[in-house]
């Protein structure tokens, strides 16, 4: 046992389960005319309904109480103060400046006013965005930029694919296109439309050192390079996102086009920083400043609403709740916005990369879960896939739905429809449909008794299974930076109450390793000792690398 799972907080919510067990989300609606009403609560842009959850007043003030247990208020000042979060790493989580606005005090760190060097780089973005929009900044044959290609991967790419993803395509002045994987086959499609005379790429890389990147990157620069020949013309053509400024000048990118960064902001929460350079450039620098004042909004309210009402609080530990007590694993993200559904990989790297470890801070084993498996994907697509495993599968699945009011692409009944889906999702998921309910609907289809006793166990819902409703007015640069805001803060909750390190990420690094040694033995014959798994698909593909292969 460990000082959390010993601790009073953590039993007194171990002793609520069999009462939750016993009770039912229909029963907790009926015992509670005002359930709905004391269990939403508004942030912002953003509108939660959190009541069909498996839990009731009690537990959740058992909640309340393990969070102030562990100082989670402390914790979230430490955060926004640019305390040192980030233990292994020994760094500051310093996300949440880079999105105060201009009017942001100084936030001293290490002798250095972040709030200066944040507003010089926003300065330097919003230069550099007006210069390609007016068509100052041109391509090596005079001509303005149509297209840019951001070449960055995890942190570096898919916040702002998420974000360009979601907003409206007529928003959008020149064509962004993301390339992330090492796989060849992405950069390869993505180039072949493209003009090198009018291609901007933006090479997207904190560390500057990433293997799929640099590669991507290189590559790049030969299709450029094969087409306009003169190396000059590179200062044109890329620029750099990044804290390595000596990476970048050897990579051969000028350091006057590298848009900087610094170690306090983690990869998978700098889309807030240049490393939102794309979006900027596809949607514009003032409609990026309202990503971060949405994003701001959201700070604001995590730091200074009381945690009861605290909407990424109440999230974060709705999500405890059902990990640590109600043995769920998974938590399914559904957005019913078509455009919102890249934001789902997104939260899932914000919040698996955060929260996927199993030693605390100081190093010791957690005897408790940690991370749930985050997934999803739009609706109503997944009510016609996955969704029959949410209603009468074995697992319990919490889910969030997210729904905007309005739709940017108003067409005639399919926004209402949209809606319909998915407050009838949630109604289905929570009231199932009992044994009585299917003998009375199927009697009612006149079917012989024989018949109905064959169906009802397939036809029965046991309901019960619970969701977040998270509406928001429409999709915006404001709303989306609200929205996510809220994941990161939700995660934060959660890290600190697991006792973990939120902002590290060592699980990234053995594969990487391994990665390199093999890629050695697939160039220049094997020499490392391996499992005889592994030395035989290393053989089978080196085999089928070379010339002659016929596999
Ligand atoms: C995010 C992770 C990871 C990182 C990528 C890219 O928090 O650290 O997803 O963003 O590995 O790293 P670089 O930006 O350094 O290329």
């Excluded at 330097?124 to 210069?131: D, H, I, K, P, S």
């Excluded at 942190?155 to 993301?178: F, I, K, Q």
Aim: charged share 15%.
């Amino acid at each position: 046992m460990s000082r959390l799972t010993e601790s009073p907080a953590w039993n007194t919510l171990q002793n609520d389960v069999a009462r939750i067990r016993a009770t039912s989300l229909r029963a907790l609606f009926a015992a509670d005319p005002d359930r709905y009403p004391r269990m939403t609560v508004s942030a912002g842009p953003l509108f939660l309904d959190y009541s069909k959850n498996l839990l009731d007043h009690e537990t959740l003030s058992h909640l309340l109480a393990l969070a102030e247990q562990e100082q989670l208020p402390q914790a979230i000042r430490h955060l926004f103060n640019g305390a040192t979060v980030n233990r292994s790493e020994g760094r500051a989580a310093l996300h949440t400046a880079l999105r105060q606005g201009d009017d942001a005090p100084p936030l001293w760190l290490h002798g250095q006013d972040v709030s200066l060097s944040i507003h010089q780089v926003l300065a330097q973005m919003t230069e550099f965005v007006e210069q390609v929009h007016s068509g100052t900044w041109q391509g090596y044959s005079g001509h303005s930029i149509t297209d840019v290609v951001n070449i960055g991967i995890g942190g570096s790419d898919l916040g702002p694919a998420a974000v360009m993803a979601a907003l409206p395509a007529d928003w959008v002045s020149l064509r962004v296109h993301y390339v992330s994987n090492v796989d060849g086959a992405q950069l390869s499609r993505t180039l072949k439309p493209l003009n090198p005379e009018t291609t901007l790429f933006i090479v997207a890389s904190k560390t500057f050192t990433t293997q799929e990147t640099l590669l991507n990157a290189h590559s790049a620069r030969t299709w450029f390079m094969e087409r306009a020949k003169d190396p000059a013309h590179i200062a044109r053509h890329f620029v750099a996102l990044s804290t390595n400024a000596t990476a970048v000048a050897q990579f051969g990118i000028d350091t006057r086009n590298m848009f900087a960064f610094w170690d306090w902001v983690g990869g998978r929460y700098s889309l807030w920083s240049a490393i939102g350079l794309s979006i900027a450039l596809g949607i514009g620098m003032d409609k990026f400043r309202s990503l971060l004042a949405g994003a701001h909004a959201m700070d604001s309210h995590f730091r200074d609403a009381p945690l009861a009402e605290n909407m990424p609080v109440l999230m974060g530990l709705i999500g405890i709740w059902y990990l640590n007590f109600m043995g769920a694993q998974t938590q399914a993200i559904l957005p019913y916005d078509q455009g919102l559904e890249r934001l789902v990989a997104h939260i899932q790297q914000v919040s698996m990369e955060s929260t996927g470890k199993s030693v605390t801070q100081e190093g010791k084993p957690v005897d408790y879960a940690t991370g749930a498996i985050i997934w999803g994907g739009a609706g109503t697509n997944g009510q016609h896939a996955y969704y029959q495993l949410l209603h009468q599968g074995t697992f319990l699945i919490p889910a969030d739905f997210i729904l905007p009011l309005h739709s940017r692409y108003p067409l005639g009944d399919h926004h209402r429809i949209l809606s319909a889906n998915v407050l009838a999702q949630g109604e289905a998921l929570m009231r199932g449909k009992t044994a009585e309910e299917v003998k009375e609907e199927l009697a009612g289809q006149n079917l012989p008794p024989e018949q109905i006793q064959t169906l009802l166990p397939h036809k029965i819902f046991p309901g019960n299974r619970p969701c977040n409703t998270l509406l928001l007015n429409q999709v915006d640069p404001y709303t989306l930076g609200a929205l996510v805001a809220l994941y990161e803060h939700r995660t934060f909750v959660q890290g600190t109450l697991w006792g973990i390190d939120t902002f590290d990420q060592w699980g990234v690094e053995l594969g990487k390793q391994l990665a390199r040694t093999i890629d050695a033995e697939l160039k220049d014959h094997p020499s490392a000792v391996h499992d005889p798994s592994t030395t035989g698909l290393i053989e089978r593909v080196r085999s089928a690398m070379s010339p002659s292969s016929s596999f």
